[in-house]
């Protein structure tokens, strides 16, 4: 973002409605682009650890599943705080950012207080949360900020699918678990790739994909 977003908003920084549309732009690709892994990692977490760690590490898995609602919140409100830097406000953002460290390390503190090294993770959803709700305020009145139609619509499909995983976790194990977070992380893969191509204008059909598939393997 810093390399490319962050340049093309500077340009357009004044004129508020191509600044909004800019923004909702960068947080539409972001989502299509990251959720797909948000929810991979999610329903597949334990796997996750395993592979990268080993299985004495298993004890991070709830503390990663935590994180992970919170990086979904982390990419859908990343983009807002360049609103900020490119209207030249650089001492509301440094005031935020401030505001967001203090109440992280509060969180953590609370966190680990009440449920251990577990709190570590609901401290960092729990900083997104007051974070999305922060900078989405304040762009708001710097800008008149709204989300797109969009932005919305990706938001109500992917929000329900991440808590449907997460809450699921606790109902079904083994091959259900599993079964149900690949079907749902290839379902919103498939989605999301068909969006992305339609945005960028590339020709994109299930009998292509296919064809690719097969060719390749």
């Known amino acids: 973002m810093g390399a490319d977003f962050y340049p093309r ?7 508020n409605e191509a600044c909004n549309r800019l923004v909702n732009e960068q947080t539409e690709v972001g989502l299509l682009v990251a ?35 919170g990086v979904f919140l982390r990419v859908s409100c990343w983009p807002l705080g360049f609103i900020l830097l490119a209207k030249g406000n650089g001492k509301l953002f440094v005031i935020s950012e401030s505001i967001s460290n203090m109440v992280h390390v509060f969180l953590i503190w609370m966190g680990i207080s009440i449920f251990g090294l577990v709190g570590t993770g ?29 932005n919305k619509y990706l938001g109500l499909i992917f929000l329900p699918i991440l808590l449907t995983i997460f809450i699921s ?22 989605y999301c790739l068909r969006r992305l191509c339609t945005i960028t204008g590339l020709n994109f059909d299930v009998s292509s994909f296919l064809k690719l598939v097969r060719k390749k393997s």
């Open 122 to 150: 609901i401290a960092f959803f729990v900083l997104y949360v007051f974070v999305w709700i922060l900078i989405y305020l304040i762009v708001k009145k710097v800008s008149g900020f709204t989300w797109s139609v969009a």
């Open 9 to 15: 908003l500077t340009v357009v920084a004044q004129d």
């Open 35 to 69: 959720v797909p892994g948000v929810i991979a990692t999610l329903g597949f977490a334990p796997f996750i650890i395993e592979i990268f760690y080993s299985s004495k590490f298993l004890i991070a898995v709830e503390i990663l599943r935590w994180q992970i609602l």
């Open 169 to 190: 976790n606790f109902f079904l194990k083994g091959i259900w678990y599993l079964g149900l977070s690949g079907l749902l992380t290839a379902v919103v893969g498939f």
